[in-house]
C-alpha cells in the first residue's frame, strides 16, 4: 500500500452533500403505520472503555482523539445494518421519499455507476466518488439500477434524517458514536482492528478507515451508496 492517508483539514474517504442551507424536514404519512420489522440484536452488557486512537494516527478532523473513558449502560444493537426490505416496509407503510430521491442526487462509487452520461453531473474531493442523478435506496448505483435480488442487503444512501424517521417509525434508535465504538471493539481493548491486521483491500486508507476508532465526518444531508446504519433497542432507553 503506497497511497497516503490524506493530511490536514481534507475530508478523508468519505462524502458530504455541502447544500446544508437546504435541509429538507421528514417527509412521511401518518396515517398509515404497518407492521414492524424483526430485528436481530446482539446484548450488549455496557461498562467502561477506552474510546479513541490508541495509535497516535488519528484523524484529527474527524474527533478520532484523544483517548478518554467512557461508561455505557447496557444496551442492544443489531446484528447487521438495516435491509432494504425493512427500510422497503418503513417507505411504503409511511409514504416515506428519503432526502437522496427529494434532491434528486446522490454519490455513488464511481467503478458501480449505473447510470447514462448526462446523469452523471460530476466527481467529489475525493476522486473515486461521482455524484448521480437518479441515484437514492431504490436505484443504489443510478437510475439504471434496481433493488430486485437486494433486499437483504444493506439498505444505502442513507442520510441522517431517513435514519432518525426510520427509528422513530420502528421504535428503535440510532446508536450513539460511544455505543458504535464499543461494539466494534468486541471486548478487545486499545486494539487497531476488531479482527486481525486490517483490511484486505489496497488503498491505504481503506486500512485506516477500518481502524475500529475512526470516524468519517460528513454532512447530516449526505448519502452514498456505501452508507447504511444499525440501530438499538429502546428497551434499556
Known sequence: MTDAVPAGNARCCSTSREREGEAMP????????????????????????????????????????????????????????????????????????????????????????????????????????LTVWGADWRHPFGPLSGIEGLMDHPVVHVSHADALAYCEWAGRRLPTEAEWEYAARGGLAGKRFPWGGGSYLCHASYCHRYRVAARSSSTPGSSNCNLGFRTVSRRFS
Open 26 to 129: 421528514a417527509e412521511a404519512n401518518p396515517q398509515t403505520s404497518g407492521a414492524r420489522p424483526i430485528h436481530r440484536e446482539a446484548s450488549l452488557p455496557g461498562g467502561t472503555f477506552l474510546m479513541g486512537d490508541h495509535f497516535g494516527e488519528g484523524y484529527a478532523p474527524d474527533g478520532e482523539a484523544p483517548v478518554h473513558e467512557v461508561s455505557l449502560g447496557p444496551f442492544a444493537m443489531d446484528t447487521t445494518c438495516v435491509t432494504v426490505a425493512q427500510f422497503s416496509a418503513f417507505a411504503k407503510a409511511r409514504g416515506y421519499r428519503k432526502e437522496a430521491e427529494r434532491y434528486g442526487d446522490s454519490s455513488v462509487f464511481r467503478l458501480a455507476v449505473a447510470a447514462d452520461r448526462p446523469d452523471i453531473l460530476g466527481y467529489h474531493d475525493t476522486p473515486w466518488w
